[in-house]
């Protein structure tokens, strides 16, 4: 059993930037793919951004929602277990629960979809005032 713990949220105005983190209690962490999702109020739960699994050399791949493609940047640290997004240029529509998702991974793979993960966080919230 894995174990995700976000730390990172808040509330801020818009137009600033918000690094999220995501712990994971694992020694392999370098196997596994990571992902961020979020829930605004009201709405289902929605994919924002993921990276791969290290591969040789620590190459790793990332994909990006539409929405964020360009504000947002995830990065993973393997030596610490962490996972991050960068949050740049907030918009009040950015404002959500933030969740860290992983799943084991042997391959450059990213995975979009909530599904596709076996290991949640219990998320953090992000909440952007205009």
């Known amino acids: 059993q894995v174990q995700l713990v976000e730390s990172g949220g808040g509330l801020v105005q818009a137009g600033v930037s918000l690094r999220l983190s995501c712990a994971a209690s694992?020694?392999?962490?370098?196997?596994?793919?990571m992902g961020w999702f979020r829930q605004a109020p009201g709405k289902e739960r929605a994919f924002v951004a993921a990276?791969?699994?290290?591969?040789?050399?620590?190459?790793?791949?990332?994909d990006y929602a539409d929405s964020v493609r360009g504000r947002f940047a995830i990065s993973r640290d393997n030596a610490k277990n962490t996972v991050y997004l960068r949050m740049n240029s907030l918009k009040s529509e950015d404002t959500a629960v933030y969740y860290c998702?992983?799943?084991?991974?042997?391959?450059?793979?990213?995975?979009?979809?909530?599904?596709?993960?076996?290991?949640w966080g219990q998320g953090t919230q992000v909440t952007v005032s205009s």
């Open positions: 990276i791969s699994a290290s591969g040789k050399d620590n190459a790793v791949y990332a």
């Open positions: 998702a992983g799943r084991w991974s042997d391959t450059g793979a990213v995975f979009p979809l909530a599904t596709q993960y076996t290991y």
């Open positions: 694992t020694r392999t962490f370098s196997n596994y793919a």
